[in-house]
Structures are given as C-alpha cells and as structure tokens.
C-alpha cells in the first residue's frame, strides 16, 4: 500500500475557501488513479473527485464548478482546492490512491491506499 498523508482541513464560514494537500513518498506518475472521498457524520462515504489513469478529473456532482482536483508530480502531492464551501461540505476528507492501471473499471476508481482523513468543518 501507498502512504498518504492529507493536510489541510480547518474551519472556515460558508463562502470561505480550502486548499487540501495530500502527500507521499511515491512516484505519483505511478499512481495511476488518485482521488479525494468524504465522509460526513451519519452517512455513508461519497467519492469527490478523481484523476482516471488517462489523466482525466471527474466529480461528484455536488461539487462541480466549486472544488477542484489537482497533481504535482514533482512535489508528489495531490490537492483539492476547495470554494464557495457551504455547511453541507462539512465532512472528514480522505485521499486515495492506487498504484495499478487497472485501477478504473466500469467508469470508477479502485482504491487500495487510504490516508488517515482531515477534518473541514464548513459553519453557517
């Protein structure tokens, strides 16, 4: 498995903006799928945004034209840049990554490598 360390969750009111940082110790050029997932108290996990092998970003649809996914391979790090946060964006904030091509079956990822999470906490 892939370490991955996330940083960067806080609280901010609604409106206000987030930039997470998830960081490893491998070649992100390996990393073939990398994504962001949340989890808010009470409900299940919700996939957020992703990076397919072909290097194509895909959202969930509560966060289109808000959050943004993106890598540098160089610093082997992916960020989520986050705006125009509401209370609903509240949730711990995990990446995910994993290191094989065969990571994107039937239009979704596959992950195998899961940071420890950050919290964002979005108030009213």
């Known amino acids: 498995h892939v370490q991955l360390v996330e940083s960067g969750g806080g609280s901010v009111q609604a409106g206000g903006s987030l930039n997470l940082s998830c960081a490893t110790s491998y070649d992100t050029r390996a990393l073939f799928c990398m994504g962001w997932f949340r989890q808010a108290p009470g409900k299940e996990r919700e996939g957020v945004a992703h990076?397919?092998?072909?290097?194509?970003?895909f959202y969930a649809d509560s966060v289109k034209g808000r959050f943004t996914i993106s890598k540098n391979n160089a610093e082997r790090t992916l960020y989520l840049r986050m705006k125009g946060l509401t209370p609903e964006d509240t949730a711990v904030y995990y990446c995910?990554?994993?290191?094989?091509?065969?990571?994107?079956?039937?239009?979704?990822?596959?992950?195998?490598?899961w940071g420890q999470g950050t919290q964002v906490t979005v108030s009213s």
């Open positions: 995910a990554a994993h290191p094989s091509l065969d990571c994107w079956r039937g239009g979704s990822p596959i992950y195998d490598s």
């Open positions: 990076f397919s092998p072909a290097g194509n970003d």
